[in-house]
């Protein structure tokens, strides 16, 4: 499969609708690549006494709208390219939820399974170190993305908190509930994509017993949306995660697989329904066989770019809900719409994290607890209003569902520049 260049992708989508939209050359140049991007080594020393090189990014897109936002990912193939697309697709995703963000992304070129956690602990301080001066609870709040988690935000808030010479819970989101972080962060991406999910069974009068799904990606997004969506009780007939995954004509219970994966270590071949799990039964699949499975709805929650010009016209789903950031090219986009297959985009479907990243960042400032239920709530009403603003604005258009959702942001974005 070949594999496509996300800010070259990115770049793509947003020079159409720039293009629609009959923006001027200034404001396109402007919104075509961040205003910053930092550089920076990270000296580390290693258990073993040596002193070992990392280099991080942080890419700052446009904060007409408020302080950059976005999350940092530890992991080998982290680039330059990679952190200012994922950058630019945060300012469109803040904008479409109408948060008072822009967007911001980093990440660090280092593959975690290989640090100790004093290593781990010593990267994480030493990032914070290189981005200092850029970032700030009113300036560039960072959060957990691909291999960070609640413990290391706690590392770089503490940092950040050394370094100010005051406590600043607010620098950074996605942190233990210890040092306010905010109960229901970890399923909101989760959470927000079944949001969506009722949205569509709402507007296509779907039966959630007789609508099939597949997932590919079973990681903190796929398995939470997974459980949201069997909850609601819509049938689930694939799941996979990077090694490959399992197929079940009689559906998955999301909550046995977690537990049958516990124990074999992968997802590959269990099969569970009811009490049973096990591999006997099922079939094994892979993450492409997945992708072009007959069912409902399919749910790309793992990388970017797997739906492509060449596995496009293969795809037999109804509606695609883009989990993942950036899962569809843009030349394959344009195969599906010619197929009337329905996208909901990754700055809609998957907005729930950065959403949830806002009440942490409220509470983090007042010092007020945010209740779970409270969290999912305003949750399902912020999402639910974005898509609802969509929707209408695709009708009174007549254009596809994906397109409206980057017109509303990139105006909303382009509108505030000009204000």
């Excluded at 947003?14 to 200034?26: Q, R, T």
């Excluded at 770089?156 to 620098?171: Q, R, T």
């Excluded at 609508?211 to 949306?225: M, P």
């Excluded at 293969?314 to 509606?319: G, V």
């Amino acid at each position: 499969m070949r594999q496509e260049n996300l800010f070259t992708e990115t770049q793509k989508q947003f020079k159409e609708i720039a293009d629609i939209l009959n923006l001027e050359p200034e404001i396109i140049r402007q919104l075509e690549e961040p205003q910053r991007l930092i550089k920076f080594q990270i000296p580390v020393k290693m258990d073993n006494g040596k002193i070992k090189i990392f280099y991080g990014f942080r890419a700052q897109h446009n904060n007409v709208l408020g302080p950059y936002k976005g999350g940092i990912r530890f992991h080998p193939k982290v680039s330059e390219d990679e952190v200012k697309a994922l950058s630019i697709m945060m300012t469109w995703k803040c904008a479409l939820v109408n948060l008072p963000f822009g967007g911001g992304k980093g990440g660090v070129i280092v593959e975690p399974k290989e640090l100790s956690e004093k290593e781990l602990e010593r990267i994480s301080r030493g990032y914070v170190r290189g981005v200092f001066p850029w970032i700030g609870p009113e300036v560039d709040i960072p959060a957990p993305d691909i291999n960070t988690n609640p413990k290391i935000m706690a590392w770089m808030v503490d940092e950040y908190s050394k370094l100010k010479g005051e406590d600043s819970p607010a620098a950074f989101t996605g942190k233990p509930l210890e040092v306010w972080g905010l109960e229901g962060r970890e399923e909101a991406t989760g959470y927000g994509g079944a949001v969506i999910l009722e949205k569509l069974k709402e507007k296509f009068n779907l039966n959630p017993k007789e609508t099939t799904l597949a997932i590919q990606g079973f990681g903190n997004v796929g398995s939470n949306f997974a459980r949201f969506a069997f909850q609601k009780g819509f049938k689930i007939i694939a799941l996979s995660e990077d090694v490959g995954g399992i197929y079940a004509e009689a559906g998955l219970n999301p909550e046995k697989v977690l537990e049958c994966r516990e124990e074999k270590g992968e997802i590959a071949g269990c099969y569970c329904v009811g009490s049973v799990c096990d591999t006997n039964f099922g079939k094994q699949i892979s993450n492409e066989q997945l992708l072009e499975m007959d069912v409902d709805i399919l749910v790309p929650a793992a990388v970017e770019n797997v739906i492509t010009e060449e596995n496009a016209p293969k795809i037999r789903a109804k509606y695609i809900i883009e989990m993942a950031n950036g899962p569809i090219t843009a030349g394959a986009e344009k195969i599906l719409e010619k197929r009337g297959i329905l996208s909901v985009p990754d700055i809609l479907a998957n907005a729930g994290g950065v959403a949830a990243s806002y009440f942490e960042w409220l509470q983090s400032k007042q010092k007020e607890k945010w209740q779970k239920e409270r969290t999912l709530n305003e949750l399902s009403e912020i999402l639910g209003k974005a898509f609802d603003e969509v929707w209408e604005l695709s009708q009174k258009e007549e254009i596809k569902f994906k397109q409206a959702a980057y017109l509303s942001a990139i105006g909303r974005v382009v509108k505030a520049m000009k204000d």
